[in-house]
């Protein structure tokens, strides 16, 4: 009887394993997700590295501001690798763009974040 006492005393029901883990209001698919994706280049490895780095920063310096990351994104790849850049930072667009070649990045961040980067001039 003691070995059934103890069995019976190690089985847990669902509702304390559900109480024992912590309360997210997030969508599953946000937490599946919580890392860089790119999606599309055409980028050489050093402008990819910057503007990847640069795309994650500003999402993360403004998360409820998408414009305001799209913005730093512009000025950093203007800055850096000449003007005529151009960043849409958002959820659920489509696009369809002319672009000069090896200058194009679409990468997903965080699992909430589309960003679509590229030059023209």
């Given at each position: 009887t003691t070995k059934l006492i103890h069995l019976l005393s190690s089985v847990f029901t669902m509702a304390d394993i559900e109480a024992a883990q912590p309360e997210t209001n997030?969508?599953?698919?946000?937490?599946l997700h919580a890392y860089s994706l790119v999606r599309n280049t055409d980028m050489d490895d050093e402008m990819l590295s910057e503007a990847v780095d640069t795309a994650v920063t500003a999402c993360d310096k403004f998360p409820e501001?998408?414009?305001a990351a799209a913005q730093m994104l512009k000025q950093?790849?203007?800055t850096k690798f000449g003007p005529s850049w151009h960043?849409?930072?958002g959820e659920g667009f489509g696009f369809e763009i002319?672009?000069?070649v090896k200058n194009?990045?679409?990468m997903f961040h965080n699992g909430a974040f589309s960003i679509?980067?590229?030059k023209c001039a």
């Open positions: 997030e969508p599953d698919y946000k937490r501001n998408m414009e950093a790849m203007d960043a849409v930072i002319t672009y000069e194009l990045l679409y679509c980067l590229w």
